[in-house]
């Protein structure tokens, strides 16, 4: 058993799916606030950054602490989450056609072990189908999504080819901290 410091229903659905035992608790932290330029480093801060938050508040007597963040780059620029409709079109359209990495920074944290983990995939996207585009940007689907990106949504009938874990790419890449929970 853990506790999942976010308050994303896409990686409690990750947890669940892996078989791990969780209570999902947190305290937001302001994503905003992290200065960065590189997405690495970004996801990094804004992770450490919510792990802090989270542990001060909870510790790990009780639960060890699991806190991710993700983010996506595509041509070397931080695609952060979209603000408004017109912010997600100009986001997905710099994907659209083109490389797009889609990192995860998770911080597990129990009384024996911490482990720090900064996870990549890569999709090579086709070109998005204006109309569909449209449709997805109306549905609201893309709010909350780092880089307005679904892989496992809207994103998924555009993949040519991928190169890494999918559940990074959804904001907790499992497979790796899976082998920890017996510490």
């Known amino acids: 058993m853990l506790r999942l410091g976010s308050s994303s229903q896409t990686r409690a659905e990750l947890?669940?799916?892996?078989?791990?035992?969780?209570?999902?608790?947190?305290v937001e932290f302001d994503e905003d606030s992290v200065v960065a330029h590189d997405a690495k480093n970004f996801v990094y801060l804004a992770t450490l950054?919510?792990?802090n938050t989270n542990f001060k508040h909870f510790g790990i007597e009780d639960y060890p602490l699991l806190v991710a963040d993700t983010v996506i780059s595509t041509g070397g620029n931080i695609l952060r989450k979209a603000r408004c409709e017109s912010e997600a079109r100009n986001i997905l359209l710099t994907q659209s056609g083109n490389i797009t990495s889609i990192i995860t920074c998770q911080i597990f944290h129990s009384k024996n072990v911490k482990?720090?983990?900064?996870s990549s995939t890569d999709y090579l996207f086709e070109k998005f189908d204006e109309e569909d585009?449209?449709?997805y940007l109306k549905s609201?689907?893309?709010?909350?999504?780092?880089g307005a990106c679904m892989v496992e949504g809207f994103c998924k009938n555009y993949i040519k080819e991928v190169r890494g874990f999918e559940s990074t790419a959804m904001g907790l890449?499992?497979?790796v901290i899976k082998p920890y929970l017996m510490f």
């Open 115 to 118: 482990l720090i983990d900064i």
């Open 140 to 146: 609201g689907d893309w709010r909350g999504k780092a």
């Open 15 to 26: 947890l669940t799916k892996a078989g791990i035992e969780f209570v999902q608790m947190s």
């Open 173 to 175: 890449t499992t497979e």
């Open 49 to 51: 950054g919510k792990y």
């Open 133 to 135: 585009l449209e449709n």
